[in-house]
């Protein structure tokens, strides 16, 4: 493993899973597409990262990219996910990455110290992220219970609506204030993931509900795959007044390598320079100060830049991050020394 390795803050490899297109065992000795692999990961530097448990639309329509190919344009989201349909699959996606762990290609990492541990090694450093909190019951019984299995970060809302409140729609050019933000349940999550160290991931919050959680968390703000507004005037990205609260609750942002959140005509092509990407990279750190910004790539749920590829493809970010003059420190922290210090801040350990 390089000197650097790259704690990521979002990857979607599980959904690989449950959709039924790879196994962990494929996982463990190579695929043959998709983002990520335990040897393309040892081979790019991948040390770990935060793997999202995301429920679909099931049987429902889905965000297409072609979709996104176009000047301007706004997804009508899919319809909620009933909360039974949501529970199975999320339950699954929990036996999904313990199978993961079985089969050696992840180690799953409940603390900052296990992190820092496993980065080194062979097996990728996996946090238990959902993505989209459908299956949670009013109660918390479940999140509890996923707590006690590991789950340690949580996403109130993919972009449709849940009865915690609504997501930001898919939407180009965009301010992400496009509706109202937490429902009283969905405050109550926050409070309860708050207790119990959870971390609240803002990526697909709109505006009002990024205001909501900064009200009523004490922990880091942490938008775990989301770029700079400035940059790419999309409704999921952060504007410079949502980058100023986050650098105040001395949180964080993972940049997305979504094309569309990228570019800034907004579109899901993928020819395009790595340049696009460190014009964000300089803006969030301007904004943000070098020890608040991250990587959290959305592999194998976005279309990434070409010259990225996948995750073997990461060296060729380091190399560009070094020809903009980042320095061995500034790099530590970029790839993962950041993630493991808001990571340690919000769970204590
Ligand atoms: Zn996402």
Redesign the pocket.
Known sequence: MTQFPIFDG?NDLLLRLLRGDVTAEGVASGLPDGHIDKPRAQQGGLGGGMFAIFVPSLGGASVSDDEMCKDSYDIPLPEQVAEAEATSWTERGMDAIYDLEAAGAVRICRSAQEIEAALPAEEMAAVIHI?GAEAIDRDFEKLHAWHARGLRSLGPV?SRDTVWGHGVPFRYPSDPDTGPGLTDAGKALIRECNRLKIVVDL??LNAKGVEDVARITDAPLVAT?SNAWAVCPHSRNLTDRQLDVIRDSDGMVGINFASAFLRPDGRMESEFEIDILLQHFDHLIQRLGEDRVGLGS?FD?ALVPDKIGDCAGLPNLIKALRSRGVDDGLMAKITHGNWVRVLRQTWGI
Request: net charge negative; hydrophobic share 10%.
């Open positions: 979002h993505e993919w990526s697909h795959h959305d749920g």
